[in-house]
């Protein structure tokens, strides 16, 4: 079994590639894994403020060029 311990002890690219390869693990078994309900009250709010017209959208290299990656 890993610990905290052994996760503290490895270097950050070691880390991201143990999440790598836990997140590919868990991508094969999604049918599993269920969201919880507050997730699907939040995408509904967020569809229903789309639908409204209420949502701007950016492109792309808008939102680059507001967080100043351009």
Do not use: C, Y
């Amino acid at each position: 079994m890993i610990t905290a311990d052994t996760v503290e002890r490895m270097t950050t690219s070691e880390r991201v590639q143990a999440m790598e390869l836990l997140w590919d693990s868990l991508a094969t078994t999604r049918d599993e894994i269920s969201s919880p309900a507050w997730h699907g009250k939040i995408l509904a709010g967020r569809l229903a403020q789309v639908e409204a017209g209420g949502v701007n959208f950016l492109t792309l290299d808008e939102l680059k060029q507001r967080l100043g990656r351009a």
